[in-house]
């Protein structure tokens, strides 16, 4: 559309503040020039920055002016494309959940962690009932690394999944972990405690955590 006739008048503006015009003679409406943010090249580093930093959907996708629905399948890809590092192995471990909900708080989750000593990062996770089919993923991984040691706290579950020769249970033993879990839950709004924030669907709550954890 020619926005320097006579005969095109401002009308305007779009949701996303752009300037609209209408053409006198057709009464067709328009933009000068059109985009689609969607498109940018650098969209999925600011979605990762924005997500680690605990923006939630709605004001994440307000703030880089695309729609909900295109943030949650861009996250989703994100998540997909991300490879999980390899564990190291003959290390010392930290192992312990954390509890949250999915949709309401009758729907409760448990995410499993491992954490690892030396490198002071999760090196594994996973979602689901506090179960030992859901400990059991995590702690398998560990297994297979030949872990040196696997420290967890009190509940009777490791003790059946642990070998005896590398499971330890300490006061304090689980420090490092905790602080872990309190930072996760600070950062990201849909882990607080008490807040109006939550996840709505499980695979979206394990995409966040992978951009979260591995990104």
């Known amino acids: 559309m020619n926005v320097f006739t006579d005969k095109v008048v401002k009308v305007g503006f779009t949701k996303a503040g752009k300037q609209r015009f209408r053409c006198k003679a057709c009464g067709k409406t328009g933009m000068e020039n059109y985009s689609y943010r969607a498109y940018e090249v650098t969209l999925n580093d600011h979605i990762v920055r924005l997500t680690k930093e605990g923006m939630g959907i709605r004001s994440t996708a307000r703030y880089l002016r695309i729609s909900t629905n295109t943030l949650l399948r861009r ?25 949250t909900y999915i949709k309401s708080k009758d729907r409760v989750v448990w995410i499993v962690c491992a954490y690892e000593r030396e490198s002071k ?29 696997i420290f967890t706290d009190g509940l009777r579950n ?58």
């Not at 996250?75 to 954390?98: C, F, G, H, R, W």
């Not at 179960?131 to 690394?145: G, S």
Request: include cysteine; proline fraction near 1%; aromatic fraction near 8%.
């Open 75 to 99: 996250i989703i890809s994100i998540a997909n494309e991300l490879s999980i590092p390899q564990i190291s192995t003959n290390k010392t471990y930290e192992v312990d959940e954390m509890r």
């Open 158 to 215: 490791y003790r059946y999944l642990i070998d005896k020769g590398i499971h330890r249970v300490k006061r304090f033993a689980t420090n490092h972990i905790e602080r872990f879990n309190l930072t996760l839950r600070t950062h990201l709004k849909r882990l607080n405690r008490r807040t109006i924030c939550f996840s709505r669907s499980l695979l979206l709550l394990n995409a966040v955590l992978k951009i979260y954890l591995f990104a």
């Open 121 to 149: 990062r999760i090196v594994s996770f996973y979602t689901g009932h506090r179960t030992n089919k859901t400990l059991n993923v995590v702690l398998k991984t560990l297994q297979l690394a030949n872990a040196k040691r």
